[in-house]
């Protein structure tokens, strides 16, 4: 008798707990044509380095794609500089070629999708004021028997 009643309680949950469950079907998307993707590091006093490629879609996978053979270029108000295929997606621009605290644009252009335009600031290099150092004490480490001493920098920017 008494294994009725534990049976009973347990076919119910059963029952139950199998209404909780949902299988969902594929999920299906509209796949979109694939866009460039620009990533840049711009700095006025090193050479300016960008990276093409193409965005994937959420189901990718793959490796990263490059874009080779695109017209990149960057404008001011004043001039217009065209970067160079390195290899593999990257465009550079030779250093000194850029000034900080000017407003530029940068626009690409490739065959198979969509000119892309993007506007920025080059900012402005922090000026350093001055430069502190403080020995704080000697260390007793013999690996090579040289003394190691530790000390403390202190940077102040303007």
């Given at each position: ?32 044509d694939?866009l ?64 900080a ?58």
């Amino acid at each position: 008798m008494k294994a009725t009643y534990t049976l009973f309680p347990t076919l119910i949950a059963a029952i139950l707990l199998s209404g909780c469950t949902k299988i969902l079907n594929d999920f299906e998307f509209v796949d979109k044509d694939p866009l460039l993707v620009v990533q840049a590091k711009v700095c006025p006093d090193s050479t300016v380095s960008i990276l093409l490629c193409r965005s994937l879609d959420m189901y990718d996978r793959r490796e990263i794609r490059p874009v080779d053979g695109a017209a990149v270029s960057i404008a001011s108000a004043s001039e217009s500089l065209t970067l160079h295929n390195d290899s593999s997606g990257w465009y550079s621009l030779a250093p000194g070629q850029i000034t900080a605290g000017t407003s530029y644009s940068l626009q690409a252009e490739a065959d198979g999708f969509t000119k892309i335009s993007s506007s920025f600031t080059v900012p402005l290099l922090p000026e350093l004021e001055s430069i502190d150092t403080a020995k704080v004490k000697e260390l007793d480490v013999n690996y090579s028997n040289v003394p190691v001493t530790k000390g403390k920098l202190t940077l102040h920017f303007k």
